[in-house]
Nanobody, 131 residues
Framework: QVQLVESGGGLVQAGGSLRLSCAAS????????VGWFRQTPENERVFVAA???????????YYTDAVKGRFTVSRDSAKSTVYLQMNSLKSEDTAVYYC?????????????????????WGQGTQVTVSS
């Protein structure tokens, strides 16, 4: 059974940084994609970033335009954990952040921006950016 557990959310001032973690377990397949999404009470859950997790020597990543240059997604295979480093945070980054996973990866992660593409979800972690 796949489990994803997010941590690292909190309250930070605008311009500050946070690092979210997504601890993954139970994947029985060696090739999958981990995505980060965020949701506010007023809006639907939207894509933030994704990273491949496979036997490829290179991890491919993709970001929504709103976070490019500020957020970085990475993975630690030994810890089975994916990270979302968030720098230069803005008030509009305030949301509940979710990690999700899906079987199979792609070198073109633009394909996997829809939440319907992902089969497994964590419980979410709140990020609040004060201005």
């Amino acid at each position: 059974q796949v489990q994803l557990v997010e941590s690292g959310g909190g309250l930070v001032q605008a311009g500050g940084s946070l690092r979210l973690s997504c601890a993954a377990s139970g994947h029985t397949f060696s090739d999958y994609t981990v995505g980060w999404f965020r949701q506010t009470p007023e809006n639907e859950r939207v894509f933030v970033a994704a990273i491949t997790w496979s036997t490829w020597s290179v991890a491919y990543t993709y970001y929504t335009d709103a976070v490019k240059g500020r957020f970085t997604v990475s993975r630690d295979s030994a810890k089975s954990t994916v990270y979302l480093q968030m720098n230069s945070l803005k008030s509009e980054d305030t949301a509940v952040y979710y990690c999700a996973s899906r079987p199979r990866s792609s070198r073109d992660l633009r394909r996997f921006q829809s939440r319907e593409e992902y089969a497994y979800w964590g419980q979410g972690t709140q990020v609040t950016v004060s201005s």
